[in-house]
Nanobody, 126 residues
Framework: QVQLVESGGGLVQAGGSLRLSCAAS????????MGWFRQAPGKERECVAA????????SYADSVKGRFTISRDNAKTTLYLQMSSLKPEDTAVYYC???????????????????WGQGTQVTVSS
């Protein structure tokens, strides 16, 4: 069972950038597709970006396309979310998640992910 720990959240002004990191307890590349989700107060948790086990495929929510980039490092122990041109509506708790999957599969459905980090708060001020 993989353990996930997010970091990098904080307070930023609108238009600014942040990079979130998610450290995995094992080499996630050997087994897991991964994703970034966010949950704002009173809203459902939504997938903002996801990447396949082999990094060859990615998926983004329409609301973040062109502004967010998901990536995995060469050792595949860390997942990143580079966020640019941030907006107040990006304010949420951001979670990373992992699921065992075939190498080219991208998973964007919350219910399919069994492993979750504790979340990191991102606040964008106007």
């Amino acid at each position: 069972q993989v353990q996930l720990v997010e970091s990098g959240g904080g307070l930023v002004q609108a238009g600014g950038s942040l990079r979130l990191s998610c450290a995995a307890s094992e080499r996630a590349s050997t087994r897991y597709a991964m994703g970034w989700f966010r949950q704002a107060p009173g809203k459902e948790r939504e997938c903002v970006a996801a990447v396949s086990r082999g990094s060859g495929s990615t998926s983004y929510a329409d609301s973040v396309k062109g502004r967010f980039t998901i990536s995995r490092d060469n050792a595949k122990t860390t997942l990143y979310l580079q966020m640019s041109s941030l907006k107040p509506e990006d304010t949420a708790v951001y979670y990373c998640a992992a699921v065992v999957a075939d190498s080219r599969v991208v998973v964007t459905t919350r219910a399919q992910y069994p492993y979750w980090g504790q979340g990191t708060q991102v606040t964008v001020s106007s």
